[in-house]
């Protein structure tokens, strides 16, 4: 059974830049057909998507986020992470980490999600 497990920071100054981790048990971010997702729900609104990193290691992030979001992985460590830079109140949120699966074509395994505020 795949465990997805976010680290990060839970307070966070504004223009500082957030790192977010996410470690894998019961799969291995190299297998084929999946993709390995950031996804974040502000307070009172909807989930919104962040972007991937593939089992191949190409991302893709959302057009409104990309200048100031990278994710990148350690495949040793099976952790793949969420780099976030020049942080605003705007940006907070529950942070989640989760596994699209392809063939599938759904989020199957998601992270318990954690609680980031930007706040000077």
């Known amino acids: 059974q795949v465990q997805l497990q976010e680290s990060g920071p839970g307070l966070v100054k504004p223009s500082q830049t957030l790192f977010f981790t996410c470690t894998v048990s019961?799969?291995?971010?190299?297998?084929?057909?999946?993709?390995w997702n950031w996804v974040r729900q502000p307070p009172g609104k909807g989930l919104e998507w962040m972007g991937y990193?593939?089992?191949?290691?190409?991302?893709s992030y959302s057009p409104f986020l990309k200048s100031r979001t990278s994710i990148f992985r350690d495949t040793s460590k099976n952790q793949f992470t969420l780099q976030l830079s020049s942080v605003t109140p705007e940006d907070t949120a529950v942070y989640y980490c989760a596994r699209f699966d392809e063939l599938g074509n759904l989020f199957d395994s998601w992270g318990q999600g954690t609680q980031v505020t930007v706040s000077s």
């Open positions: 019961g799969d291995s971010i190299t297998t084929i057909h999946h993709y």
């Open positions: 990193i593939g089992y191949h290691g190409s991302t």
